[in-house]
């Protein structure tokens, strides 16, 4: 296996809410999400994610499948679904080829609610687990952005029902869980925290140009108190994922993730004609890639990633 998981090994969960290594040594991983894998699997290769890791510094890598979405895991057909599956294989291969961990995302969006294809997450995450509880790179994220109406007994409710279910095969491997308004309310989890599992993180996400001051301070007080966080998505522009990025607003973001020791995972790699995306549209590489092929936010996480201070001032 590469570099990144032979420095660092198997992750897990300390009791002051760290992601650490072998050595109980705290872990800050950094890298990038796919967007959809229905519509983005190109970029799911190995040569890519040996990119990733060797030019830009990348440690982790998030596989987005969306569920209710076009073509998602829960509407589409069989034949669907078995493609989906492919990808997320080549990609955790891939991954695990050259070193990097690799986080298996149930993308729930417009599905607002988890419990609403609670039984095809059962299902899901039976089959993935067994398939890759043997790999030590390997992260379940069990859902993405719960939203809408959907409150935090609902999703707690669902990951007390999933997490067994992954427990049975993969006794390891740090789980993931989404938290209320599109995974933002972390103050939920500390006020009522899921007891059943304790190699467990919950996820919050940010769009500096939308999630400012405000939204730090509360991140912060949450942090403070040692709920294990995982920022499994950002980006430097707005929740829309468009208009300008914020860099002053995004470099307080990784300055205050860094205080707490949190890792964190940038939307989107692909192409698509927005903001977040990695790729300017014309670019049709899926590997190798130039600063002339990166939007500016890629490129100013590039950077970062690189270690270039400049890019944080």
Same mark, same amino acid.
């Given at each position: 296996?590469? *570099? ?9 969960? =300390?009791?002051?809410?760290? $992601? ?11 890298? &990038? ?11 799911? =290769? ?16 998030r596989?987005?499948?969306? *569920? ?6 829960? +509407?589409?057909?069989?034949? =669907?679904k078995?493609?989906?599956?492919? +990808?997320?294989?080549?990609? #955790?291969?891939?991954? *695990? ?5 690799? +986080?298996? %995302? ?6 607002? =609610?988890?419990?609403?294809?609670? %039984?095809?997450? $059962?299902?899901?995450?039976d ?11 390997? !992260?379940?994220?069990?859902?993405n ?5 959907? *409150? ?12 067994? #279910? ?9 789980? $993931? ?12 989890? #500390?006020? %009522?925290?899921? /007891?059943?599992?304790?190699? $467990?993180?919950? #996820? @919050?996400? @940010?769009?500096?140009? /939308?999630?400012?001051?405000? !939204?730090?301070?509360? !991140? ?13 998505? !950002?980006?430097?522009c ?8 914020? &860099? ?30 990695? &790729? ?5 590489k899926?590997?190798? @890639? ?10 100013? &996480? ?12």
């Open positions: 296996m590469g *570099t990144k998981y032979d420095k660092y090994g198997a992750l897990h969960v =300390n009791a002051a809410g760290r $992601l650490v290594d072998r050595n109980g040594t705290a872990v800050v991983l950094r890298g &990038f999400s796919t967007h959809g894998l229905s519509w983005y699997p190109q970029y799911v =290769n190995r040569d890519f994610f040996a990119f990733m890791s060797e030019k830009w510094n990348a440690d982790v890598i596989l987005a499948m969306y *569920t209710d979405e076009k073509d998602g895991y829960c +509407v589409g057909d069989d034949a =669907n078995a493609r989906l599956l492919e +990808v997320i294989d080549r990609g #955790v291969k891939a991954a *695990t080829e050259v070193g990097l961990y690799v +986080v298996i %995302d149930w993308h729930i969006l417009h599905d607002n =609610n988890p419990l609403m294809h609670k %039984d095809e997450a $059962l299902a899901f995450f089959l993935i687990a067994k398939k890759y509880h043997a790999y030590g790179n390997v !992260f379940y994220e069990i859902c952005e719960p939203n809408g109406d959907c *409150t935090w007994k609902d999703i707690k409710e669902y990951a007390q029902a999933v997490i067994p #279910v992954i427990r049975k095969h993969d006794k390891y491997a740090v789980i $993931l869980c989404g938290t209320p308004h599109w995974s933002q309310n972390i103050e939920d989890a #500390v006020a %009522d925290p899921i /007891t059943i599992d304790d190699n $467990l993180m919950y #996820v @919050f996400h @940010f769009y500096a140009d /939308t999630h400012r001051k405000e !939204f730090r301070d509360r !991140f912060e007080a949450v942090a403070g108190k040692g709920l294990p966080l995982f920022i499994s998505e !950002f980006g430097c707005d929740a829309s994922g468009n208009y300008s990025n914020n &860099f002053e607003e995004s470099s307080g973001w990784l300055s205050l993730a860094d205080k707490y020791d949190v890792s964190r995972i940038m939307w989107n790699i692909s192409n698509r004609d927005e903001t977040s995306a990695s &790729f300017v549209p014309g670019c049709t899926i590997s190798g @890639f130039e600063d002339e092929d990166l939007n500016e936010g890629c490129r100013w &996480f590039v950077g970062i990633l690189a270690g270039d201070p400049a890019k944080r001032d």
